[in-house]
C-alpha cells in the first residue's frame, strides 16, 4: 500500500496537477491524458474496487466527479463526456486504487462510446441473468 503511486499523490510525496479536492477525494489530470482534461477521480483512501468505499466515500468522490466535469466544462468546453472505471485486471486496471476517468469528448475526436470497450454478449437469456443476481 505505501507503495501505491495514487496515495503518494495523496500524501503529497509524488507531484500531480491537482484540479479539485473534496474532503474524502482528490481530483488531477492523468498524467497520460487521452483527452484535453482528462481527470483522475479517485478516493483519499485506499482501496482497490468501488465495493470496498463506504457509503460516505463513495458521495464525496461521485460529488468531485461532477464538480470536475462543471470545471472542465467552462474552463475547455467539451461537446460532452465518457466517466468510467476500470474496476479489476480484467477490465484494464492498472493501478490498484479506486479511480474514476472523467474524459472530456468533442466533435469529431475519433472515440467510441464505452459500449464499444468489449462485445461479449450473454448466451442466457435476461430473465435468466437477472434471477442469478437478484438471489444474492
Ligand atoms: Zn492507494
New binding site residues.
Partial sequence: ?EE?V??KI?RGELPAAKIYEGERSLAFLDINPISPGHTLVIPKE?ASSLVELDEATTADVFNAVRMVMRMLKVALHPDGFNIGINDGKAAGQEI??VHVNVIPRYEGDGGKPVQSIVRNPPRESLEEIAEKIKRV
Fill in positions: 500500500m501505491c495514487f496515495c495523496v485506499h490498484m486504487h
